[in-house]
């Protein structure tokens, strides 16, 4: 089936800091999405994205969708506190068979006081 | 609006018993979909509900795992006789379109099987 590398696996940063996490894949997917978990929520759609190439912004967001549709990034601008939290990728093949999305590992964002 | 609730929480089980977790979608969604995230790992895909029909339950992991949607609003995940591998975060999520990737999840159930 198929896999998502996704990295790092973690990352302890300062507040203010900026932040990068990214996606890869050896599978061509026609949707990327970036999706947040909270401790003791479920995961909470944060960005999706529909088009090779592009570049979507929400907030101090920004994602954007690899031309080789194997690949995706997530960058957080200025982070704060609330933006502590595990950080899913995820890829959507459609009429590939299997419908639901294929999950990267999670990047823990940790930020220190 | 409610959002997509699951119960219970939590449950902790001897291995060889059975377990049954429901998930109720946000009303309206046709899709519903099971998810599992074993400790570290990714979040796989179990299988996927459009209203009372499995319109893909390849993610299953054997025949020790039975989901349902009689009705086609709430759903249930058995797991009879459960075993120390299953234990996990099982999340639900629903969503009103087909071939989307925007979900709503769930807070997830998680599963000790000791």
């Known amino acids: 089936g198929q896999q998502l590398n996704q990295s790092p696996q973690s990352m302890f940063i300062q507040e203010g800091e900026d932040v990068s996490m990214n996606c890869t894949s050896s599978s061509i997917f026609n949707t990327w999405l970036w999706y947040k978990q909270d401790p003791g929520e479920g995961p909470v759609l944060l960005i999706a994205l529909y088009k090779a190439g592009e570049l979507t912004s929400n907030g101090r967001l920004t994602a954007q969708f690899g031309i080789t549709r194997k690949d995706s990034f997530l960058n957080i601008s200025a982070s704060i506190p609330s933006d502590v939290g595990i950080y899913f990728c995820a890829g959507q093949l459609i009429g590939g068979g299997a419908d639901g999305l294929t999950f990267g590992k999670g990047t823990h964002l940790i930020i220190q006081p | 609006e409610a959002g997509v609730t699951q119960f219970p929480s939590h449950s902790v089980i001897e291995k060889g018993q059975t377990v049954t977790l429901r998930c109720d979608p946000i009303s309206g969604h046709d899709n519903l979909y099971w998810y599992r995230r074993v400790m570290g790992k990714e979040i796989k895909f179990l299988l996927h509900f459009v209203k009372e029909s499995k319109q893909d339950e390849s993610g299953m992991p054997n025949n020790r795992f039975l989901a349902e949607r009689t009705g086609g609003t709430y759903s249930t995940l058995k797991v009879q006789p459960a075993e120390l591998e299953d234990s996990g975060v099982y999340f639900c999520?629903?969503?009103?379109?087909?071939?989307?990737?925007?979900?709503?999840f769930g807070e997830g159930s998680r599963l000790t099987v000791l």
């Open positions: 999520a629903s969503s009103p379109n087909l071939n989307t990737g925007e979900l709503f």
